[in-house]
Every structure is written in C-alpha cells, then in structure tokens.
Nanobody, 127 residues
Framework: QVQLVESGGGLVQAGGSLRLSCAAS????????MVWFRQAPGKEREFVAA????????YYADSVKGRFTISRDNAKNTVSLQMNSLKPEDTAVYYCAADKAPWVDVTSTRGQHCDYWGQGTQVTVSS
C-alpha cells in the first residue's frame, strides 16, 4: 500500500518556475515507477513524466520535454517535478501516481495502469 500526497502547486506568471513534490508513505516506494499526470478543466488526463524505481531512467511528454525535470529520492520517499519556463497551457491539476509495472510497460502505456494516486495539486500559469 502506498499513499501519495502532492504539494508545491500555486499561481505563477508565464516564464516562471514551480517545483512540485510528492511524498509517499509505505516501505515499498522504491519498488514503484513514479508518474506525474495533469488534467486541465474540460480536458482528459495527460501524461507528463515518469521515472523508474531506481531513478536512472526518465520519460517525458513532448509538451514538457526540456522544460520539466522529474527526480526522486528513495531515502526520503519523495518524487519531484521541477517545472521551468511555464506556459499558460501548463495550467492544470497535477497528480503523482505509483506504477508497479516494468519500466518498458510504464513508458509504452504512459502510466495508464498506475496502482496508487495522489489527490492532486493545482498549478495556474497566468499570461
């Protein structure tokens, strides 16, 4: 069982930065790939980024590649999403999720079979 709690969302101007964090409970955190998703009002949930259980492999949506960086600290049971050069279209509720699947499946399915989800944190980027 893994419980996830996101934090770090807020209001920022276009071009600015935010760092989201996701704190996980449970001793098995390091065995899960971690995934960030987002969902804007009236839109479907969108894959943002994923990181392997070891932290050595990462995968990004084209829309955020080069601007966002996912990282994790298994000693602290946390995963982070550093978001730079934010755009108004990045406005959404951001969710972290844990995926037990092998890395090849996490990337091929873009984390569509995550086992645990956080409650989300709002990110608003003003123009």
């Amino acid at each position: 069982q893994v419980q996830l709690v996101e934090s770090g969302g807020g209001l920022v101007q276009a071009g600015g930065s935010l760092r989201l964090s996701c704190a996980a409970s449970g001793r098995t955190f390091s065995s899960y790939a971690m995934v960030w998703f987002r969902q804007a009002p009236g839109k479907e949930r969108e894959f943002v980024a994923a990181i392997s259980w070891s932290g050595t492999m990462t995968y990004y949506a084209d829309s955020v590649k080069g601007r966002f960086t996912i990282s994790r600290d298994n000693a602290k049971n946390t995963v982070s999403l550093q978001m730079n050069s934010l755009k108004p279209e990045d406005t959404a509720v951001y969710y972290c999720a844990a995926d037990k699947a092998p890395w090849v499946d996490v990337t091929s399915t873009r984390g569509q079979h995550c086992d645990y989800w956080g409650q989300g944190t709002q990110v608003t980027v003003s123009s």
